[in-house]
């Protein structure tokens, strides 16, 4: 057995079943032996991205790995780990390297020293005799404590070797969870329970945990307000009284309130990161911060208290706890009523902008027939970089796990395609639609053939507006004398060449019909764009 075929074995040992690449990497054809499906992207960063997609949908029980070549193909992912970086997502990603003896020669790539600072972990084989404990080691990190992207350069030279027969038997590692002392959980209950206007920040560890059900209780048991952060969107139903909706930059004006006006923040499952794409959380409070890396505790946001550990066992365990405290059924706060003022409200403030009549179509009306015509329990939402994610993250209602799917942190435009394709891989049963811009099309576009060719069918909806609206203003003289900003294009026509149902809208009045006749072609085969012809809004749900 070569090493190559050593990796492919392993692969169909740890349950891998799907593999995405682009060519050429020597893998794809041991895979294909072991009857494991390889998938082709027209890209690296869309099979990256695409493995992305898919294992934030599988919740750390099934892992996206991608494969590519030496060289280019290795050069050309590195925007696709960063993205499955800074949201901690578990992939692995196999890129030959370079024959040993030319790896350190100038010009060649070297994948573990050029990816070092957006990786989980990093390590080229170097002898065949290694291969089975450098797969073990990425499959513990894969599976165990924080998630994030895991790379094994597969140096092409030794990998093509015969492994000798004692080096070929594989250990599969198993993951373990943990839980914060007891003593750190009462020291939290106690906090909660004396809090006068305390709320929970759910992040995606709440999601990749499988700690939805416990949020809820736990949300219930004391009556509490819940913000989600863009990735924990859809962590709990939007439509629940305690919901208070999720936030990028852009957010609810419920969210808004109670991140100003809590004493108390009980952060479940989130890194707390300070960026342009989250909430920045006020000083002064008392924060309480459950994570499962112990990097992110006290990194941008302080807190008084922190609950290392896995989020769904944290939760219950806090649960319990606080049924002890002050029983099984128990408390009422009388916050379901508040949220619902606030929220009645902020909707009150959108509505004539979510049922718009203009044309070009404004964006928040198209985000509004998105929300009322498609069936949200069997569906997956996802949005592109730039105004559609500000436009999208209040306004869609997620009421399933995972029915929306929020990323961000660093934002690499095109993103939408190839993770809704890795979402329809994963949860094929599913309606798979992204919102995406003209700019972000440029990015992955040709991506809406792969999803044809491959049997994962989506949906993309591109707002046409001839520009970038997420810089209203921005860069004038360059834009005046120099045009930058501003691009054509007839994208349904982009997608009928390549396989795909195009659709143009025009019209309010033909954005619902789009969208059925959209989820019918997806249910035949085919993938579907809808070309919008939008507006430049540049409203935001900001405060
Ligand atoms: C790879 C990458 N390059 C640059 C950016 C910066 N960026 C964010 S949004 C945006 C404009 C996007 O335009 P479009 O997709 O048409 O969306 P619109 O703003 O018009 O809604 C740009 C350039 C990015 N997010 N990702
Ligand atoms: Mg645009």
Redesign the pocket.
């Given at each position: 057995m070569t090493g190559t075929e050593l990796i492919a074995h392993i692969l169909k040992l740890e349950g891998i079943d799907m593999v995405t690449c682009f060519p050429s990497n020597a893998l794809i054809e041991s895979v294909a032996k072991e009857g494991i499906r390889p998938v082709m992207f027209r890209h690296e960063r869309g099979a990256i991205m695409a493995a992305d997609g898919f294992s934030r949908v599988n919740d750390r029980k099934k892992f996206g790995v991608a494969l590519m070549q030496h060289a280019a193909g290795a050069e050309n992912s590195v925007?696709a780990i960063a993205q499955a970086f800074s949201d901690n997502v578990p992939i692995l990603v196999l890129p030959g390297g370079h024959p040993i003896e030319q790896k350190y020669v100038r010009p060649n790539f070297s994948a573990v020293d050029n990816y070092k600072n957006i990786v989980k972990s990093a390590e080229t084989i170097y002898t065949t005799t290694q291969i089975s404990d450098i797969m073990r080691r990425a499959f513990h990190a894969l599976k165990n404590g924080p998630p994030g992207p895991v790379v094994v350069e597969m140096s092409i030279d030794i990998c093509e070797k015969e492994v000798p027969s004692s080096a070929t038997s594989y250990h599969s590692p198993v993951p373990s969870s943990t839980v914060p002392s007891l003593n750190n959980i009462k020291e939290a209950v106690k906090l909660i329970l004396n809090a006068k206007n305390p709320m929970i920040w759910a992040g995606a560890g709440v999601l990749s945990s499988g700690g939805c059900n416990e949020l809820k209780e736990l949300a219930e048991l004391i009556e509490i307000p819940v913000f989600t952060t863009m990735e924990g969107k859809s962590a709990i139903d939007e439509r629940h009284q305690l919901a208070l909706g999720a936030g990028s930059g852009a957010t609810t004006w419920p969210a808004h309130k109670w991140i100003n006006e809590s004493d108390l923040v009980l952060a479940i499952g989130t890194s707390l990161s300070k960026n342009n794409y989250t909430q920045e959380m006020p000083r002064g409070k008392t924060v309480i911060h459950n994570t499962i890396s112990s990097h992110d505790v006290n990194k941008d946001t302080p807190s008084e208290l922190a609950l290392l550990g896995d989020s769904k066992l944290t939760m219950a365990t806090l649960i319990d706890e606080i049924k002890g405290e002050i029983g099984e059924k128990g408390r009422k706060t009388n916050i379901s009523k508040k949220i619902a003022k606030e929220k009645d409200k902020w909707t009150r403030e959108w509505m004539p902008i979510l049922t718009s009549e203009e044309k070009p179509l404004n964006?928040y009306r198209v985000i509004h027939e998105i929300n009322n015509t498609i069936n949200r329990e069997k569906s997956i939402v996802t949005h592109?970089?730039?105004?559609?994610r500000d436009s999208i993250v209040p306004f869609f209602t997620a009421t399933t796990p995972h029915s929306y799917i929020g990323w961000g942190k660093t934002?690499?435009?095109?993103f939408g395609i190839p993770l809704s394709i890795g979402a329809k891989l994963a949860s094929p049963e599913n309606f798979c639609l992204n919102l995406?811009?003209?700019?972000?099309?440029g990015?992955s576009g040709t991506d809406v053939e792969t999803a044809g060719r491959i049997s994962a069918p989506i949906t993309t909806v591109l707002?046409n507006?001839k520009?970038?609206?997420?810089?209203p203003g921005g860069f004038p003289t360059a834009r005046e004398h120099y045009g930058i900003s501003h691009m054509v294009g007839n994208y349904a026509m982009i997608a009928e060449g390549m396989g795909a149902k195009g659709i143009t809208v025009e019209h309010p009045s033909e954005l619902q019909p789009a969208l059925k006749n959209a989820m019918q072609y997806n249910d035949n085969g085919d993938s579907v764009l809808i070309d919008v012809h939008s507006n430049m809004e540049s409203k935001k749900s900001r405060f």
């Open positions: 925007g964006t592109d970089a730039g105004a559609p934002t690499h435009l095109g995406m811009g003209d700019g972000a099309f990015m707002l507006n520009g970038m609206a997420t810089y």
